[in-house]
């Protein structure tokens, strides 16, 4: 049987090639629904391995590796891909013992060809609107989904379309998408607003919608997960750890984590922690309460990726929660970018909005939810250059309301020998 469009709540079906978002019936969210029989069947964790270093596209990307679980139907030919994923799994063991666990490793999905983990969404998105034929595609973005869509359209040669909000907007991000094409705008409004304005301005003009409310970019997202756990040799972790927003990822992860499950490739389920910040935490404060209901928020924080009160994968997040008997925390602006620094000395760094991962596991260790002997997958979401401008605040102390515990201060010299050697004897290691 072909994949279809499956309602999360009343189960009404659509065909792929329907351009739709919600159901009709009642309103819910829509999942790609693939044929998990046949899966059961026909995939096993050798048909995955043996793709592993292939030089052959699709199989050559982190995404497509997965293929029969991503979007089975589609033809080769079609796939819009750069190609991402392939991204490291780091063993990192000071930062376990910060944290506090037995074994922490943390996926960087910063290492995807712009920057951030949207790319493994966005390919699996724009390869859908190529099969739809469309030939504009949209997103409202707090930054990185605008950049993934940028680069995504341009390379199909299809137009990119991309609201911003005007204010708080990482640098790195704003530069990608003007620099890849799309036609960028910035509005007066807060990502919320824009991704409302984004659906209604879409719907109108018949342009394809690219946020994570569209189901084939959180196929692409699953991979997230499917490739972590096949770099941990099928071994399923005790926990994974992600920053949570819109809670595309969130939403994805869950599905993953079931399908894997169902299809026999994993044994058990990991549960899943979902990490936001303070200033933006729906789904936390819905969590506390059992999870009620939504009650959108007006969002603040330093960390811009995640600056959102009115997540549009909410409901998929609680299936996500409940599937693996998952949990939701939160953490401050000091603390994100605290463990941020933390991730950056080790060499490998982060975007503000993935150090949630890091203080996240520290926070629920310190709890007792998560056990010292556990092991934990943490995500990183975006690369380090996503947002240099908080990267040199915070070295330099001039971050409002945050005190830096972490700085390693831009040093100032003459030219001379001796002004250099007084620096450099004078000069405590910081190496962490
Ligand atoms: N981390 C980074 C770096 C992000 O860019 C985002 C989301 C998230 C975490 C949260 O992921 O929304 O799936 O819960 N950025 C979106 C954007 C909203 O527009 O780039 P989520």
Not at 106 to 115: A, D, I, S, V, Y
Not at 232 to 258: E, Y
Not at 280 to 308: C, M, V, W, Y
Not at 361 to 368: E, P, Q, Y
């Amino acid at each position: 049987m072909p994949s279809i469009l499956q309602c999360m709540d009343c189960s009404q079906q659509y065909p792929v090639d329907k351009i739709i978002y919600n159901c009709e019936i009642c309103g819910g969210l829509l999942d790609v629904q693939h044929d998990m029989d046949k899966l059961r069947h026909t995939i096993t964790r050798e048909t995955f391995d043996r793709r592993l270093g292939t030089l052959d596209a699709p199989y050559n990307s982190g995404v497509w590796r997965y293929k029969e679980l991503v979007n089975p139907d589609v033809p080769d030919g079609l796939i819009v891909s750069r190609p991402e994923g392939n991204t490291n799994l780091y063993a990192v063991p000071k930062l376990a013992e910060w944290a506090g666990v037995a074994k922490l490793y943390l996926k960087h999905e910063g290492e995807n060809p712009t920057g951030s983990f949207k790319d493994r969404g966005m390919t699996g998105g724009v390869t859908q609107a190529r099969v739809l034929g469309v030939d504009r595609v949209a997103c409202a973005s707090t930054g990185n989904t605008s950049a993934s869509l940028a680069a995504y359209a341009a390379w199909a040669g299809i137009e990119g379309i991309v609201f911003f909000q005007n204010k708080q907007i990482a640098f790195g991000k704003l530069a990608q998408a003007i620099a890849y094409g799309a036609t960028a705008i910035q509005i007066n409004a807060d990502f919320d607003r824009n991704l409302a304005l984004v659906r209604e301005v879409a719907g109108a003009l018949g342009i394809y919608v690219l946020n994570s409310i569209n189901p084939f970019r959180l196929e692409g997202q699953k991979t997230i997960i499917i490739e972590a756990i096949q770099q941990l040799r099928w071994q399923v972790p005790d926990w994974i750890v992600c920053p949570g927003g819109n809670l595309g990822n969130s939403s994805a992860f869950g599905k993953a984590l079931h399908e894997l499950y169902e299809i026999g490739l994993i044994d058990r389920l990991p549960r899943l922690a979902i990490i936001q910040a303070e200033g933006a935490s729906p789904l936390f404060n819905s969590f506390q309460r059992g999870f009620d209901r939504l009650e959108p928020i007006h969002a603040e924080t330093i960390a811009t990726a995640i600056k959102i009160g009115n997540p549009v994968s909410y409901p998929k997040a609680v299936r996500t929660i409940r599937w693996s008997d998952g949990v939701v925390e939160q953490v401050s602006d000091q603390e994100i970018m605290d463990a941020k620094a933390l991730i950056d000395r080790q060499g490998i760094g982060c975007e503000p909005a993935s150090a949630c991962s890091l203080i996240g596991v520290r926070k629920l260790v310190d709890k007792g939810v998560i056990k010292s002997s556990e092991t934990v997958v943490g995500i990183l979401t975006g690369h380090i250059l996503k947002d240099a401008d908080s990267v040199i605040q915070y070295h330099n102390g001039t971050l409002e309301n945050i005190h830096a515990q972490y700085p390693n201060h831009l040093h100032q010299s003459e030219a001379s020998i001796e002004a250099l050697s007084k620096i450099l004897e004078s000069r405590q290691p910081t190496h962490a």
